[in-house]
């Protein structure tokens, strides 16, 4: 790929680290620039060949960069942008990670000068980690990357940031800005609101009488995961997306009511009806591709409950160069039987992990999703 020579990078997180880091990976001879407000993650952030250079002055960074992405979080998007606006190149191309658009979109028309070429991106991927501690070369690999150019948008500034996330391994998707907000609000920030909700519900109970929690199996562990994201993080998104989260949580709490009646009115067809329709259209959901957070593929382990057996099941697993990503211990009943879930990336890993289990006489199954 031909693209820009020079691109600066601001803010170091997850989404930013790794983006240096996967451009620095096909592009050796990019110079990439890092901006950061703690110095400590420059210092970082140049160890580990995500940037070539660093700086805590965003001004200071963005001079000369052909393209600048923006991965700061959303509510410091503005203060970035005004303080960058007097000191990007002619005809800069600016672009954007964050989760929503129309409010951004309008930032970036108040803020940056005319001949800055603005192009909105949002990374439709993510990690259990963050900051530098999670980033991913690969992070971006068959993800969905979606752009939200403008009609006035240029079209030499919208190639060249395709071409440089496509050149990630990424699937660009074309939205407009409200298309994506309302989107991604239904299949994004709607669904970790009701995983904080039904986690604030049981914690709830747990505070009120112990107990609850130790019975929590994979259903609430699954249910939840997204849960335990950057709580910060998702304060400033579902405050920007405010038009489009509002009507959600008014559709989805009728959709509970919905729940309700059937379970009130004892009524088994509509309940049957409500739970086989839901069942329907989550057997139409889209495999093989990242959303936020990664897909797991998990099996359960029958094994016995002595010490270290799930010791010599890692140890075994790594033996043949399968990384265990995710793992719980099933405490199903006390005695000779316990179980173990562990999650994997990838579904060949899993298939190679049962097939070497079932080897050395592990009994092990494919976990109910």
């Excluded at 950061?36 to 970082?44: G, R």
């Excluded at 963005?62 to 503005?78: E, K, N």
């Excluded at 099933?330 to 298939?351: D, P, S, Y």
Aim: glycine residues 8%; contains cysteine.
């Amino acid at each position: 790929m031909n693209g820009p020579a020079k691109i600066t990078i601001i803010g170091l997180g997850l989404i930013g680290g790794s983006l240096g880091k996967a451009l620095k990976k096909r592009r050796p001879g990019l110079v990439i620039t890092g901006v950061d407000v703690k110095p400590a993650i420059i210092e970082a952030a140049i160890e580990l060949g995500v940037i070539d250079e660093g700086t805590t002055v965003p001004a200071e960074g963005v001079r000369d960069a052909d393209l600048v992405f923006l991965a700061a979080p959303v509510q410091a998007i503005a203060g970035v942008c005004r303080e960058i606006a007097p000191h990007l190149a002619p005809e800069a191309i600016v672009t954007d990670v964050c989760s929503t658009k129309e409010n951004v979109l309008k930032i970036m028309a108040e803020t940056l000068p005319a001949t800055a070429r603005y192009v909105g991106g949002h990374p439709m991927a993510g990690s259990e980690k963050s900051g530098l501690e999670g980033v991913d070369e690969l992070l971006f690999e068959n993800a969905v990357y979606i752009l939200t150019p403008t009609a006035a948008a240029d079209p030499v500034a919208l190639q060249t940031v395709r071409d440089t996330v496509e050149s990630l391994g990424a699937r660009v998707v074309f939205l407009t800005p409200a298309e994506h907000d309302a989107k991604v609000a239904a299949v994004s920030h709607l669904p970790h609101l009701a995983a904080a909700a039904l986690m604030n519900t049981v914690g709830r109970l747990e505070t009120q009488g112990a107990g609850y929690f130790q019975l929590a199996a994979g259903g609430l562990r699954d249910t939840t995961r997204i849960a335990a994201g950057n709580s910060e993080l998702w304060c400033g998104i579902l405050l920007n997306n405010e038009q489009a989260v509002l009507p959600l949580i008014q559709t989805f709490q009728a959709a509970l009511e919905e729940f309700a009646a059937a379970i009130r009115q004892r009524d088994p067809q509509a309940l049957s009806d409500l739970l086989s329709r839901a069942r329907l259209w989550r057997s139409q959901l889209p495999t093989g591709m990242k959303s936020i957070l990664p897909e797991l593929y998990e099996l359960t382990i029958a094994i016995p409950d002595q010490p270290g057996t799930i010791g010599e099941i890692s140890t075994l697993l790594g033996r043949h160069a399968i990384n265990i990503i995710d793992i719980e211990v099933l405490r199903v009943r006390e005695g000779e039987q316990g179980a173990i879930r562990l999650g994997f990336l990838a579904k060949e890993t899993r298939e190679k992990a049962l097939l070497i289990l079932a080897q050395y006489g592990y009994k092990a199954r494919i976990s109910e999703v």
